[in-house]
Nanobody, 124 residues
Framework: QVLLVESGGGLVQPGGSLRLSCAASGFTLDYYVIGWFRQAPGKEREGVSC????????YYADSVKGRFTISRDNAKNTVYLQMNSLKPEDTAVYYC?????????????????WGQGTQVTVSS
């Protein structure tokens, strides 16, 4: 059974940092592209970042470029999203997703498996 579990969300003040984790079980992440998405109340799901399986190339949405960093540890079967300089507009439920391919995949509709999400709230 393919399972993705996100963790690391929480409440943080503006300017603070969080590191989200996406742990996979039931399969190995080595051959999967991993994406992070977020959805704020009343808004559509938005692509945040993704990392390829082939050469660890990455994609970042303009809204998070320079602040967020995606990385993967295949030995731990986990992908991380380091989020720095957080802003109130980063508040959302964050989801990780995966698809077996060697290339970057930006659009959520192309992902096959999803985690349950973790809440990130940026507020003073």
């Amino acid at each position: 059974q393919v399972l993705l579990v996100e963790s690391g969300g929480g409440l943080v003040q503006p300017g603070g940092s969080l590191r989200l984790s996406c742990a996979a079980s039931g399969f190995t992440l080595d051959y999967y592209v991993i994406g992070w998405f977020r959805q704020a109340p009343g808004k559509e799901r938005e692509g945040v970042s993704c990392i390829s399986s082939s050469d660890n190339s990455t994609y970042y949405a303009d809204s998070v470029k320079g602040r967020f960093t995606i990385s993967r540890d295949n030995a731990k079967n986990t992908v991380y999203l380091q989020m720095n300089s957080l802003k109130p507009e980063d508040t959302a439920v964050y989801y990780c997703a995966c698809r077996i391919t060697r290339t970057l995949v930006v659009h959520s509709r192309e992902y096959d498996y999803w985690g349950q999400g973790t809440q990130v709230t940026v507020s003073s």
